[in-house]
């Protein structure tokens, strides 16, 4: 591919109809306050040339050239080609110059951001709320190019809504507890909580994300035990696994009035008290009971 480096006015150029990078409107705010203050771009846009119709549209750039032209600015720089290209051809270089790109080492990124003495600067630099949190938590070795691909969601719980989210996520903790192993989620996990989200905002028609988080919270609870199949075959009667399965699963709550709790509680006392369960392992008085019922005919 022939390229060449052409100057002109940005208002010249054809932004995408479609552009799958978006930019929070706090991001861009910031980028055309740093546009402005530098009076130019300091990266350059991509341009192709259809030399057909004299049409130069911005296959990647677009927010800085759309920036540059909020700012005021009246000559940019970019980078052109003026090659036959197909739309298949646009499309790869608009997306690849979206997702191929590195990540940052915290422990280097923090290093940096720390010598940077002017707090306009700062602002300059451009790293959002997020990041800049995770860079006051680092106190760990830096993990260097094993850096994962994150999404972060950050959720608000407003006092009335904090004790039932906390309740419920306490219960996703337990039952995941009782896997063999616990897995960072997926990337592709965040879009799915993104269209869960959006699938409970639709059903109860809520644009509130917190009561439309607090809808799948619920529906989770409600549907809590039938993680049984998680570790219970039903057609060999076998476990799947050899970990811990929660009570949850099994009892369809995880808690009981407290007068049948003491009459239990006693019989736990008495069985610990005569040898017929462990103590460290009081559970077992479950399967004792469970092992007599099973023997007695129907």
Not at 124 to 151: I, R, V
Not at 187 to 211: C, F, G, H, I, P
Not at 220 to 231: G, I, P, Q, S
Request: net charge negative; aromatic share 6%.
């Amino acid at each position: 591919m022939k390229t060449e480096i052409r100057t002109g006015d940005p208002r010249s150029l054809r932004l995408l109809d479609l552009n799958a990078r978006f930019m929070r409107h706090e991001q861009y705010q910031q980028l055309v306050a740093n546009v402005r203050r530098d009076e130019a771009l300091t990266s350059t846009p991509f341009v192709w040339h259809d030399v057909e119709t004299g049409d130069r549209i911005v296959l990647s750039g677009n927010h800085r050239t759309k920036a540059s032209i909020e700012a005021g600015i009246d000559e940019i720089t970019w980078l052109e080609t003026s090659d036959a290209l197909t739309e298949s051809q646009r499309l790869a270089i608009q997306l690849s110059h979206n997702s191929i790109a590195g990540e940052d080492d915290l422990a280097i990124l923090k290093s940096l951001y720390e010598r940077i003495d002017d707090l306009d600067l700062r602002q300059y630099a451009g790293l959002d709320d997020a990041t800049l949190e995770l860079l006051a938590d680092l106190d760990s070795p830096s993990l260097g190019e094993a850096n994962l691909s994150f999404q972060t969601l950050a959720i608000v719980f407003l006092p009335d809504d904090l004790k039932d989210a906390q309740a419920v996520i306490r219960e996703a903790l337990g039952l995941a507890a009782s896997s063999d192993a616990v897995w960072v989620a997926a990337l592709r996990q965040y879009d799915q909580t993104m269209a869960a989200l959006d699938l409970a905002s639709k059903s109860a028609d809520v644009t509130n994300v917190a009561t439309a988080f607090g809808l799948i919270l619920e529906s989770f609870k409600d549907h809590a035990a039938e993680l049984v199949d998680a570790w219970f075959d039903r057609d060999t009667g076998e476990p799947k696994h050899h970990g811990m399965a929660p009570l949850l699963t099994l009892f369809h709550t995880d808690a009981m009035p407290t007068k049948s709790a003491a009459i239990v509680e006693k019989a736990l006392q008495q069985a610990v008290a005569r040898g017929d369960v462990p103590a460290e392992h009081r559970h077992k008085a479950l399967e004792l009971w469970a092992r007599q019922y099973l023997d007695t005919p129907a």
